[in-house]
């Protein structure tokens, strides 16, 4: 996953954690709004109202107790009320009705109250306006008396109805406490897990970044400081994960190029002492063997001398040889690479060696069913390189022993791999086989090896050693023994490298 996906999930999750506390808060500031705003004004409402009609009924009371004026019409010894008596008798109950009508249409009235409360109420008021109006119009004693009774039990079903009203208040009140709690618990849980992403978005931030940078940065320092095989730990995919491998690439390709670059400066400065010395060396080599010859020749057949003369001859051979391949070895090399039969140009070059392993009772075998049909390469160069390597592995394994001969190719890429039954190679001298002039068989030059990795550098390649237990038993046989490989590509241009790296890529190894 990508710098880029982490972080869109990571701001993600904290958007999401983010909008669900949003979210939450407004569900509490509704909830708040619903559980308690809205009862306490249907409360308040009610009690309004409420108290209004008992103002009224008050004011009934009162109107119940206005003095008697003098007596009426003469044959009529009802006492008479003031003229405005009726009217404000039924302007009050007008407005005591409107109120009950105005505190049934509401909920809250009828919900806290109760229906039976309700329909008592207004039965009660209807006989007391009924007694009032019979004392009114008839100046009932008996009827001004149910009133005034009336009057003071409606005063007190109000009162209740009002007590009852203020007791659900106060649990309303203490349900809000309650309510005010859990979501005050809701909330403190909600900043918990804000809490909790801040924190995993600054851990993830360090596993993700600042960890991977201080890497890098230590990185720098040691390959400024010349440590060109410090690696840097690659843990992930991303693209600090992809710099990594890009910084651990530089370094080891800076490493390379210093090494070549190291091995040309040396290969130039034995080149020139090789020429200077084997310029020195040949005028005086050839007149010794002149004289040898010609002092053979002066001497007669049978004389033992003649015998001394013609080792004389035979060394001077042999020094002359091996300045040539000293010359050869740090000569650069002049590679015609062209396009070729692979499997037929390896079948000859092995038939070639198979008489010199039967010598040694070491059996040869080829195997180039995996060789591609055609690749680049510089025939004569590549099969002195494959003939360095197949002789020391027939030289390196005993007799009755085998050597396997294995061609392979994998995309752009071939090669050939040689396995012996030998002592194998030890770790520590696995790089230094090719260095010039390192051999550790007697009598050896150190040349050929050295040879190789120059061939296979040239032709774009690789040539590396493994032990056999190493390269997981390639062939199917067991025990000791060294695979050499050599891996080139299949096509190259002449002169792509100065020297063949030795030792395998990641993820190579000596079978394929």
Do not use: C
């Not at 040539?324 to 740090?330: M, V």
């Not at 390649?461 to 390269?471: D, F, M, P, T």
């Not at 000791?480 to 020297?499: D, E, K, M, N, Y």
């Amino acid at each position: 996953m990508t710098l880029q996906r982490k972080f869109a999930v990571l701001l993600a999750l904290l958007g999401l954690t983010v909008a669900a506390n949003l979210g939450a808060a407004v569900w509490v500031v509704n909830m708040l709004d619903r559980e308690q705003r809205e009862p306490i004004e249907g409360l308040t409402r009610v009690l309004s109202g409420l108290s209004r009609v008992k103002r009224s009924l008050w004011d009934q009371a009162e109107m119940l107790d206005l003095p008697v004026l003098e007596a009426g019409e003469e044959g009529d010894d009802r006492a008479a009320l003031p003229d405005d008596a009726v009217q404000r008798f039924e302007a009050s109950f007008e407005r005591v009705d409107r109120e009950i009508d105005h505190l049934e249409s509401g909920n809250s009235y009828v919900a806290r109250s109760g229906i039976s409360t309700t329909r008592n109420l207004r039965a009660r008021i209807e006989r007391t306006a009924a007694d009032v109006r019979a004392w009114l119009h008839d100046r009932d004693p008996d009827a001004r008396e149910r009133a005034r009774r009336n009057l003071y039990e409606l005063h007190e079903l109000i009162e209740r109805v009002e007590i009852r009203l203020l007791a659900d208040a106060r649990f309303a009140a203490e349900y809000g406490a309650d309510l005010r709690r859990r979501l005050s618990l809701v909330l403190g849980a909600s900043l918990v897990v804000v809490i909790l992403s801040g924190w995993l978005a600054v851990v993830l931030f360090r596993r993700w970044v600042l960890r991977p940078v201080g890497l890098l940065r230590v990185a720098a320092e040691e390959i400024g400081r010349g440590n060109f095989g410090h690696r840097v730990p690659e843990h992930a995919g991303d693209e600090l994960g992809l710099l990594s491998r890009e910084v651990n690439d530089m370094a080891e390709t800076i490493a390379r190029m210093q090494a070549e670059r190291i091995e040309r400066e040396r290969l130039a400065a034995v080149g020139e002492m090789a020429r200077s010395v084997a310029h020195n060396i040949r005028n005086p080599l050839g007149g010794i063997r002149s004289l040898a010859e010609l002092s053979a020749d002066e001497l007669p057949p049978d004389s033992p001398v003649r015998e001394h003369q013609a080792r004389i001859v035979r060394t001077v051979d042999r020094f002359s040889a091996w300045l040539n391949g000293l010359l050869h070895a740090t000569t650069p090399l002049d590679l015609h690479p062209v396009e070729g039969e692979v499997a037929a140009w390896l079948e000859g070059t092995v038939e070639a060696h198979r008489a010199m392993a039967q010598s040694r009772g070491v059996r040869v075998e080829l195997d180039a069913d995996a060789a591609p049909q055609r690749a680049v390469f510089d025939r004569q160069h590549l099969e002195q390189a494959v003939v360095a390597v197949l002789t020391n592995a027939i030289e390196a394994t005993p007799s009755g022993g085998r050597v396997q001969v294995r061609a392979f190719s994998d995309g752009s890429w071939w090669g050939v791999a040689v396995e012996d039954e030998g002592g194998g190679v030890p770790e520590e001298l696995r790089e230094r086989v090719f260095a010039p002039y390192f051999t550790t068989k007697p009598g050896g030059s150190g040349i050929g090896l050295a040879s190789v990795r120059r061939v296979v550098g040239q032709h774009g390649g690789r040539v590396w050693v493994e032990n056999r237990s190493a390269a997981s038993g390639a062939g199917g046989w067991t025990g000791p023994g060294a695979v050499f490989t050599l891996r080139l590509p299949l096509g190259v241009a002449a002169g792509s490298a100065s020297g063949g790296q030795t030792g395998p890529r990641h993820g190579e190894s000596a079978h394929h």
